[in-house]
């Protein structure tokens, strides 16, 4: 059974930085590629950061471009999102998603449960 | 970006009724087009997959077609189970994009 499963969100004050980790199991982590994508409070969902299997291709909203990093430890079969400057419209549940593939693009067919960060003095 | 027009936001139908939600690309996006069910307290769940292909598991009342730019999602018997929120998303190019959500309600 895939699992997914993210931590490292909490309150946390404009302009500090924050570690969100996802641990993933029950397929060949570094087989696929993996995505965060963040939900605001009573809002939709946008894709933050992508990274392929092998770390070869990253990607960002423009969003958080320059202020988050995304990184996988596929000996640990984990998935992270650095956050910097973090700012209070970075205030949503942040989800980890499996890819379909290896690549940057396909669809999300598992998703962990998120973990909410809240960015407020 | 690839902007992702959903419609309607809401919408209130009756047990057995037929549902349809449109999703319209800013651009020709083929067939790379996905849709999720999220329901509440809940994480998004893949129903569809390149615009027309059901996912594993999902009940056969979900159906998805379109291609190019316009899409439609299809509940051919609304089930009270099916209480959600529900996006479309492109992956034509990125970055990913969604559309803004249909909230379904009985």
């Known amino acids: 059974e895939v699992q997914l499963v993210e931590s490292g969100g909490g309150l946390v004050q404009p302009g500090r930085s924050l570690r969100l980790s996802c641990a993933a199991s029950?397929?060949?982590?570094?087989?696929?590629?993996m995505h965060w994508v963040r939900q605001g409070p009573g809002k939709g969902l946008e894709w933050v950061s992508g990274i392929s299997w092998n770390s070869g291709n990253i990607n960002y909203a423009d969003s958080v471009k320059g202020r988050f990093t995304i990184s996988r430890d596929n000996a640990k079969n984990s998935l992270y999102l650095q956050m910097n400057s973090l700012r209070a419209e970075d205030t949503a549940l942040y989800y980890c998603?499996?890819?379909?593939?290896?690549?940057?693009?396909?669809?999300?067919?598992?998703w962990g449960q998120g973990t909410l960060v809240t960015v407020s003095s | 970006d690839i902007q992702m027009t959903q419609s309607p936001s809401s919408l209130s139908a009756s047990v057995g009724d037929r549902v349809t939600i449109t999703c319209q690309a800013s651009?020709?996006?083929?067939?790379?087009l996905n849709w999720y069910q999220q329901k509440p307290g809940k994480a998004p769940k893949l129903l569809i997959y390149d615009a027309s292909n059901l996912e594993t598991g999902v009940p056969s009342r979900f159906s998805g077609s379109g291609s190019g730019t316009d899409f439609t999602f299809t509940i051919s018997s609304l089930q009270p189970e099916d209480i959600a929120t529900y996006y479309c998303?492109?992956?034509?190019?990125?970055?990913?994009?969604f559309g803004g959500g249909t909230k379904v309600e009985i």
């Open positions: 998603a499996k890819l379909d593939s290896s690549g940057s693009l396909g669809y999300f067919d598992y």
């Open positions: 029950g397929f060949t982590f570094d087989d696929y590629a």
């Open positions: 651009q020709d996006i083929t067939n790379c």
């Open positions: 998303q492109q992956y034509d190019n990125l970055p990913l994009t």
